[in-house]
């Protein structure tokens, strides 16, 4: 059985935006095996064709797990793609501003960033989201609300500092639930009028749905400005610094 190990246990935005990268691995039939942080094993319900699973497991290629490194051979890959904007220059572009972290990720596999979204496959559990929609929301087929999100990091901290503006319709604030994952939100997300979200996850998998909102911002939150220049196909934010 040919391997391919991927070493980015997080965060979970990183993981959705390297599926293609993995599927390509798929598709030279290749089995994935993807070590995640415990926190984030639910992904695994929702993205069967990998196998993800705990850092703490035995799996093939273990000795090799944690390394800044690339291994490519016919019967065995390693992607140590955790820190590749700290290998040089030439791979974060920083001349054209970049994002540094998440490029590099690509161009050291030859393949291209903008790509990225057609890889993010996932299978959707309607039943939760309708759960999570009608009865623990208590939303309705008319509710008409802006979804708001706060939340970014794998350790989900929460950014309490941003100035949202005036909102003329009730507020759905993402929240962390014990029984729902972040996949769960996708039809309060998409039946939303207005989204305001910090940039985390939560773009990349709005870049799959058929969102309503006419209104869609992304704000720069945590991270370095240069996110600005993620590549979302589908539904493209429009960028709000901090």
């Not at 161009?107 to 979204?117: A, G, R, T, V």
């Not at 309060?188 to 870049?207: G, M, R, W």
């Amino acid at each position: 059985m040919k391997i391919c190990l991927v070493c980015q246990h997080a965060g979970v935005g990183d993981v959705f935006f390297l599926q293609y990268v993995a599927r390509k691995y798929l598709s030279m039939g290749y089995t994935v095996v993807w070590p995640l942080k415990e926190k984030l094993l639910w992904i695994k319900d929702y993205i069967p064709d990998i196998q993800f699973c705990s850092e703490n497991d035995d799996f093939p290629g273990k000795e090799y797990y944690g390394q800044d490194m690339i291994i490519v051979a016919p019967q065995f890959v390693y992607l140590g793609l955790m820190n590749t904007h700290f290998w040089g220059n030439d791979y974060g572009v920083p001349e054209d501003d970049t994002c540094m972290v998440m490029h590099s990720k690509y161009l050291l596999q030859h393949l291209d960033w903008n790509d990225w979204s057609e890889g993010f496959k996932f299978n959707r559990n309607i039943d939760k989201e309708n759960d999570l929609y009608y009865n623990v929301l208590e939303l309705t087929d008319d509710s008409k609300y802006v979804f708001v999100n706060k939340y970014a990091n794998t350790d989900n901290r929460k950014n309490n500092d941003l100035v949202f503006p005036e909102f003329d319709l009730p507020i759905i604030n993402l929240e962390i639930l014990k029984d729902f994952s972040l996949f769960d939100w996708c039809k309060v997300i998409e039946n939303a009028q207005e989204i305001h979200t910090v940039h985390t996850s939560v773009p990349y998998l709005i870049d799959k749905l058929n969102i309503r909102a006419e209104k869609y911002h992304m704000y720069q939150g945590i991270h370095y400005d240069n996110v600005k220049h993620i590549p979302f196909l589908k539904n493209t934010p429009v960028y709000i610094p901090n």
